[in-house]
């Protein structure tokens, strides 16, 4: 390990052989945390090549685990934002589309939501399914989300704990070789990114989401997987919710063809991408077959079918899941429009609310969370509402109240929005 420590070091690339001995002992526990931080740190300073990266993308995947059989056609991943709901949208308009969605999926940390918390507020719904229920229901209904397997990918788990408390999260290859080595592993062939890019974003600048995107990219193509990728902005949350419960109520309007159009519209360009890649057709005729299914409810449908196989009481979801009983509303004093957000403030807003976790083992308040109608290029009139907190007592909705108006920069003048996919890389 010494060695290959120092070849990094002093940026001479690995070979396969050394790559593949290098994520074994990763598995088998050979090399000791000491040896794999200073492994990692060395990747940080110097890089690793494209060829580096692919092989160790590939080791990463196929290494202490048997490879899944394909469950579904598609799956999307996101690099995580606030009001990310679009899992919950996506994946029964791909199963109305007759494309079988089989997705992964994990828990929020930090500002960011996670996707399985947002199902768990739903009474009765499982995100632990047996392998034969799995199957079972892809067979009938096309669509599951489920918890990441313990098993998949484990010398990424075992690394990604390192980088954590290494300062070596934000290194791209290594990101890149994080994300893809599950999805590798996971067997889907085709994929698309949501990569955000933003002030609520990983990636505050666009250069490196760009470079990361490219590379996540060229990965799926060395190991024949279809991938397209979407640079989509965090400079704001998406939709209006930020929670839990409520983003599960946002995502169920937009089923029924309501809601945030900015939610749908980041849902209809992902689809399109993943119709793209299974079917080849173009993006503007994919486009018209998943606003049909949107709009004539069979999505609304799958939807429901979804829920109610993995347990789930969905009779509370249509009535609107309930939410914390504190109800503190914020309005324009003034009229004036809004220039810029810091999305990652109202993260920490909802955070600090009980939505999210700062440690891995916090729970998590399913009711609590807001209602941000605050964006980039919108006007306020003095009297409306510009944010809706709910909070489980005053203190705590004053408080969010007050970070809130924190996170908003006012402008006088007309103001472009941004729009809402940067770029495509395909």
């Known amino acids: 390990m010494i060695s290959l420590i120092a070849k990094t070091r002093d940026g001479k690339p690995l070979s396969h052989e050394e790559i593949d001995e290098l994520v074994q002992g990763t598995v088998t526990g050979r090399w000791p945390d000491y040896q794999l931080a200073a492994w990692l740190m060395a990747v940080y300073c110097r890089g690793l090549s494209e060829d580096e990266v692919f092989a160790l993308t590939g080791a990463m995947a196929f290494t202490g685990a048997p490879p899944l059989e394909p469950l579904g056609i ?28 089989a997705k992964m999926s994990g828990r929020g940390l930090g500002h960011t939501g996670g996707t399985l918390d947002k199902l768990e507020s739903i ?23 489920i918890a990441q397997s313990k098993e998949l990918a484990p010398a990424d788990k075992r690394l990604y704990a390192l980088r954590d408390v290494t300062a070596t999260v934000d290194s791209i290859p290594l990101i890149a070789a994080s994300v893809m080595s599950k999805k590798l592993a996971g067997g889907t062939k085709h994929l698309v990114l949501d990569v955000k890019v933003g002030t ?10 760009r470079l990361l995107a490219r590379l996540m990219v060229k990965i799926g193509h060395h190991h024949d997987r279809r991938v397209s990728a979407l640079l989509t902005t965090m400079n704001q949350p998406l939709g209006f919710a930020v929670g839990n419960a409520i983003e ?56 429901g079918r979804w829920i109610q196989a993995q347990g789930g009481q969905f009779d509370a979801v249509e009535e609107g899941l309930p939410l914390a009983p504190i109800k503190k509303e914020w309005r ?95």
């Open 200 to 209: 609520g974003a990983f990636m505050a600048r666009i250069d490196d989401a």
């Open 123 to 145: 009474p009765g719904f499982r995100t632990e399914l047996s392998t034969k229920e799995l199957r079972q229901q892809m067979d009938t209904i096309g669509v599951a989300v």
């Open 248 to 303: 599960v109520n946002e995502a169920a309007l937009c089923l029924k063809g309501q809601g945030p159009l900015d939610l749908r519209e980041e849902v209809i360009f992902l689809a399109r991408e993943l119709v793209h890649l299974v079917t080849h057709e173009p993006l503007t005729q994919a486009e018209e077959r998943i606003r049909q299914v949107i709009d004539s409810g069979q999505a609304w449908e799958h939807f």
């Open 74 to 101: 598609v799956d999307k991943h996101s690099t995580g934002g606030v009001g990310d709901k679009t899992t919950l949208v996506l994946a029964p308009v791909m199963a109305a589309l007759g494309l079988p969605m």
């Open 332 to 426: 324009a004093e003034k009229a004036g429009t809004i220039s810029a957000i810091d999305t990652r403030a109202i993260g920490e807003v909802a955070l600090n609310l009980g939505a999210g976790r700062k440690r891995l083992d916090d729970a998590v308040n399913p009711h609590v969370g807001l209602l941000c109608y605050a964006k980039i290029g919108r006007h306020f009139e003095p009297g409306e509402i510009i944010a809706t907190v709910f909070a489980d007592n005053e203190a705590e909705g004053d408080r969010a109240l007050r970070d809130l108006q924190k996170a908003m920069t006012w402008g006088d003048g007309p103001l472009v929005p941004q729009p809402l996919v940067l770029d495509r890389i395909h």
